[in-house]
């Protein structure tokens, strides 16, 4: 019996498609979206039909405008602190997304995209292992100011899906390897994964980490406060800047690592500062997790192995880059590059997991969770 799910994947500049015949992937296409696109809106739900109509010339290019689709699965986006595994998209899910509840991210729109799709096959819409996923130590949790808790964000299923594959490799189950995983795409997320569950994040999304393509990662705090108060900045012109105009966009007015391997072949010094300041960056931010998988969970001896650092999502893609990387890591562990990120194969397994009902898909009601119950001690 057939299985055909359409995967749908917004992220900041590409919205990635996706069919499946069970674990069969029928083709996998990311629709690139020029930078001055998506800066014409002011909020990712304006972006509606520019990844709708791209979605459907996608699925007729590859001729599969027609067939008949089992189930549609979308990237989850920001929502309230939720665990992993497959859920339904709700109409409380679709008020939380379009009011930015939690947010704002392209991948607010995988969830409404999904939905839209599924209503025209008359099937479920879902999605899996969205990036609020929250498994968080209590003591990762608190931050120096008890009104702002940090937040569990990330790219839950890149890293996830990776961190699986480098224990493949290892021959050893995921749930008992120790791992610090890194994400590099538009935005770049780190984390510690402590024996299958994620013990510490990165956000990368709320102003956390190191400087992405496109955004700006940790900065001074009082120094952002100056820019608001001395106007600089409005409010919403520092937000965007931080999610969407910072990192190498706002150094070098581009947000394509070859452009910038491409300047810094032709000589361009400050090219070769801001590459090299993003590599160290991204090195600094996984070394700097190594705390969290010191901890002994119950039933472990010491001492503590590290498995394995992971590097994955498209930036990995670059040699010069992951080589520059590995050199400013401590010589702990081997490293893993999966520049393919396999969130598509993540997605659709889902799916597939409900609809031969090895798993139940729950409903997101809006309702936020006990951020303490998904933690470990």
Same mark, same amino acid.
């Given at each position: 019996?057939?299985?055909?799910?359409?995967?749908?994947?917004?992220?900041?500049?590409?919205?990635?498609?996706?069919?499946?015949?069970?674990?069969?992937?029928?083709?996998?296409?990311?629709?690139?979206?020029?930078?001055?696109?998506?800066?014409?809106?002011?909020?990712?739900?304006?972006?509606?039909?520019?990844?709708?109509?791209?979605?459907?010339?996608?699925?007729?290019?590859?001729?599969?405008?027609?067939?008949?689709?089992?189930?549609?699965?979308?990237?989850?986006?920001?929502?309230?602190?939720?665990?992993?595994?497959?859920?339904?998209?709700?109409?409380?899910?679709?008020?939380?997304?379009?009011?930015?509840?939690?947010?704002?991210?392209?991948?607010?729109?995988?969830?409404?995209?999904?939905?839209?799709?599924?209503?025209?096959?008359?099937?479920?819409?879902?999605? !899996?292992?969205?990036?609020?996923? $929250?498994?968080?130590? &209590?003591?990762? /949790?608190?931050?120096? =100011? @008890?009104? *702002?808790?940090?937040?569990?964000?990330?790219?839950?299923?890149?890293?996830?899906?990776?961190?699986?594959?480098?224990?493949?490799?290892?021959?050893?189950?995921?749930?008992?390897?120790?791992?610090?995983?890194?994400?590099?795409?538009?935005?770049?997320?780190?984390?510690?994964?402590?024996?299958?569950?994620?013990?510490?994040? !990165?956000?990368?999304?709320?102003? $956390?980490?190191?400087? &992405?393509?496109? /955004?700006?990662?940790? =900065? @001074?705090? *009082?120094?952002?406060?100056?820019?608001?108060?001395?106007?600089?900045?409005?409010?919403?012109?520092?937000?965007?800047?931080?999610?969407?105009?910072?990192?190498?966009?706002?150094?070098?007015?581009?947000?394509?690592?070859?452009?910038?391997?491409?300047?810094?072949?032709?000589?361009?010094?400050?090219?070769?500062?801001?590459?090299?300041?993003?590599?160290?960056?991204?090195?600094?931010?996984?070394?700097?997790?190594?705390?969290? =998988?010191?901890? *002994?969970?119950?039933?472990?001896?010491?001492?503590?192995?590290?498995?394995?650092?992971?590097?994955?999502?498209?930036?990995?893609?670059?040699?010069?880059?992951?080589?520059?990387?590995?050199?400013?890591?401590?010589?702990?562990?081997?490293?893993?590059?999966?520049?393919?990120?396999?969130?598509?194969?993540?997605?659709?397994?889902?799916?597939?997991?409900?609809?031969?009902?090895?798993?139940?898909?729950?409903?997101?009601?809006?309702?936020?969770?006990?951020?303490?119950?998904?933690?470990?001690?």
């Amino acid at each position: 019996m057939a299985e055909r799910i359409l995967v749908i994947n917004p992220g900041s500049t590409s919205t990635k498609v996706a069919v499946f015949d069970g674990e069969k992937e029928l083709f996998s296409h990311t629709a690139e979206h020029e930078k001055h696109e998506t800066l014409a809106f002011s909020a990712a739900m304006e972006e509606m039909e520019l990844r709708r109509s791209t979605i459907k010339a996608v699925l007729k290019k590859y001729g599969m405008d027609t067939i008949k689709f089992d189930g549609v699965a979308g990237r989850g986006g920001l929502l309230a602190p939720m665990q992993g595994g497959t859920w339904n998209v709700t109409p409380a899910m679709l008020s939380d997304l379009a009011s930015a509840r939690y947010g704002e991210h392209a991948c607010n729109l995988g969830a409404p995209l999904a939905l839209e799709f599924a209503k025209e096959h008359g099937v479920q819409a879902y999605i !899996v292992d969205t990036v609020v996923t $929250d498994e968080m130590d &209590s003591r990762a /949790r608190l931050s120096g =100011l @008890p009104e *702002l808790p940090r937040r569990s964000i990330f790219h839950a299923l890149s890293q996830r899906a990776a961190a699986r594959k480098a224990a493949g490799q290892l021959g050893k189950q995921y749930s008992n390897c120790r791992f610090l995983v890194c994400h590099m795409g538009g935005g770049v997320s780190v984390a510690a994964h402590r024996n299958g569950k994620i013990c510490d994040v !990165v956000n990368a999304l709320e102003g $956390d980490g190191p400087f &992405s393509p496109e /955004r700006t990662g940790r =900065l @001074p705090a *009082l120094g952002v406060l100056d820019l608001v108060k001395n106007g600089i900045f409005t409010y919403e012109e520092l937000r965007s800047r931080i999610l969407k105009t910072g990192g190498l966009w706002a150094h070098l007015g581009t947000n394509d690592l070859r452009i910038v391997e491409k300047r810094m072949a032709e000589g361009d010094t400050k090219a070769q500062l801001v590459f090299e300041a993003l590599t160290y960056c991204i090195a600094k931010e996984l070394s700097g997790l190594i705390p969290a =998988l010191m901890h *002994l969970d119950e039933g472990e001896n010491a001492p503590v192995t590290i498995d394995g650092f992971v590097l994955t999502g498209g930036m990995a893609n670059s040699k010069k880059l992951i080589e520059t990387i590995i050199n400013n890591l401590p010589p702990l562990a081997p490293a893993f590059i999966f520049p393919a990120v396999e969130e598509m194969h993540a997605l659709a397994g889902g799916v597939l997991r409900v609809l031969r009902g090895k798993e139940s898909a729950r409903d997101y009601t809006g309702t936020p969770k006990d951020l303490l119950q998904f933690t470990t001690p």
